[in-house]
Nanobody, 126 residues
Framework: VQLQASGGGLVQAGGSLRLSCAASGRTFSFYYMGWFRQAPGKEREFVAAISWGGGSSTYYADSVKGRFTISRDNAKNTVYLQMNSLKPEDTAVYYC???????????????????WGQGTLVTVSS
């Protein structure tokens, strides 16, 4: 599956952004999806993930829990990341990723994802 992330930008602390990740292919619903981020000089870290199918299960890093929401629209082959109450420490390049087809478990590590989008930059000013 090929992925295209968008929606990044510059926002003030406390503001909101919604990232989108459009996927190609007719079997988007068969893949669990995740968002990761990478700040300058740091390793790529898990942000959020959503199960395949209807997306009934979601998972979040502690640092974003309660502020970010991941969702998916299988009819549009798109996964979203709604980010509220943004903080300067949320500044990073955000990547969407797709896991293996029909996997039994949703991954939190980059190694558990097969396909990656190109990344979109989010900058939060203080």
């Amino acid at each position: 599956v090929q992925l295209q992330a968008s929606g990044g930008g510059l926002v003030q602390a406390g503001g909101s952004l919604r990232l989108s990740c459009a996927a190609s292919g007719r079997t988007f619903s068969f893949y669990y999806m995740g968002w990761f981020r990478q700040a300058p000089g740091k390793e790529r870290e898990f942000v959020a993930a959503i199960s395949w199918g209807g997306g009934s299960s979601t998972y979040y890093a502690d640092s974003v829990k309660g502020r970010f929401t991941i969702s998916r629209d299988n009819a549009k082959n798109t996964v979203y990341l709604q980010m509220n109450s943004l903080k300067p420490e949320d500044t990073a390049v955000y990547y969407c990723a797709a896991g293996p087809r029909l996997a039994s478990k949703v991954g939190r590590s980059p190694s558990e994802y097969d396909s990656w989008g190109q990344g979109t930059l989010v900058t939060v000013s203080s």
